[in-house]
Nanobody, 128 residues
Framework: QVTLVESGGASVQAGGSLALSCVVSGVVVSRECMAWFRQAPGKEREGVGAISTDGATKYPDSVKGRFTISQDTANNTLNLRMNSLKPADTAMYYC??????????????????????WGQGTQVIVSS
């Protein structure tokens, strides 16, 4: 049984920072492709960061330089540090894992169909 539980979402002002966490049960985070996605009302779910089993990371231009994805192996947790937040970052943020056979390309392409397990999300609201 694989379970992903996100936490850390909050309401912040533009320019602020937040740290999201995803506690993972059932798999070891360092042995799986892990990612963060977000979805705003009326928009498609989009990847905001992924980390492969070799430690490589990938970010879209919209968050590059502001967001950092990382693993806490001691606590089997996936983290997302978000700096310089903008109102456009307002969304529900989801933790995801790819549990099927590892593909570095699929992992770092960061598309929803490539990921098999999802958390329920944590809400981030950024006000101007």
């Amino acid at each position: 049984q694989v379970t992903l539980v996100e936490s850390g979402g909050a309401s912040v002002q533009a320019g602020g920072s937040l740290a999201l966490s995803c506690v993972v049960s059932g798999v070891v985070v360092s042995r799986e492709c892990m990612a963060w996605f977000r979805q705003a009302p009326g928009k498609e779910r989009e990847g905001v960061g992924a980390i492969s089993t070799d430690g490589a990371t990938k970010y879209p231009d919209s968050v590059k330089g502001r967001f950092t994805i990382s693993q806490d192996t001691a606590n089997n947790t996936l983290n997302l540090r978000m700096n310089s937040l903008k109102p456009a970052d307002t969304a529900m943020y989801y933790c995801a894992a790819r549990l099927s056979s590892f593909s570095r390309y699929a992992c770092l392409f960061v598309r929803r169909p490539a990921f098999d397990s999802w958390g329920q999300g944590t809400q981030v609201i950024v006000s101007s």
